[in-house]
Every structure is written in structure tokens, then in C-alpha cells.
């Protein structure tokens, strides 16, 4: 088993669902309604914030991934940890 792959995979999941409540409080304060969710039911959302909530949501939760990414690949290549 390569715990490389292991640690970095679940540290980039971790980030992803941590960035994506924080991004759900975010524009539940900014805009003071639940962000879109994609439903075709929920015509209250309009076209202009569906795609900037895509965007933001896309840009932060990619971010997030990346920095878990490279900070657990960088403990692991400290020596803390055995990579296999």
C-alpha cells in the first residue's frame, strides 16, 4: 500500500468538504439566502449568481485540495511518517 497516496487522497478530501461548509456559511452571510444547489425547481436563483457561485465554489474548493495536497505530501517527505 503506498501511504503516500493514501494520506494525500484523504487530505485532499478533507480540505474539499472542510472549504465546501466554509464556502456555504460564506454566502449565507454574504448574500443572506442557501447557495444555489442546481435544482431546476429553485427559480428563485438567477443565472448571474448560479455561475458566480460556481465560479467561487470551483476556485476555493480546488485551492483548498491543492494546499492539503502539497502540505501532506511535504510532511511526509520530512521522514515522520514511512512512505510504504
Not at 447557495?35 to 448571474?48: F, K, N, R, V, W
Amino acid at each position: 500500500m503506498n501511504i503516500q497516496k493514501l494520506v494525500t487522497t484523504v487530505a485532499a478530501v478533507a480540505a474539499g468538504i472542510a472549504a465546501n461548509k466554509l464556502l456555504t456559511a460564506g454566502w449565507k452571510a454574504v448574500t443572506g439566502h442557501e447557495p444555489p444547489t442546481g435544482d431546476a425547481d429553485d427559480g428563485e436563483i438567477s443565472l448571474g449568481e448560479l455561475v458566480v457561485f460556481a465560479a467561487v465554489s470551483g476556485a476555493v474548493v480546488t485551492f483548498a485540495r491543492t494546499f492539503a495536497t502539497r502540505g501532506a505530501k511535504k510532511w511526509l517527505d520530512s521522514g515522520d511518517i514511512p512512505k510504504d
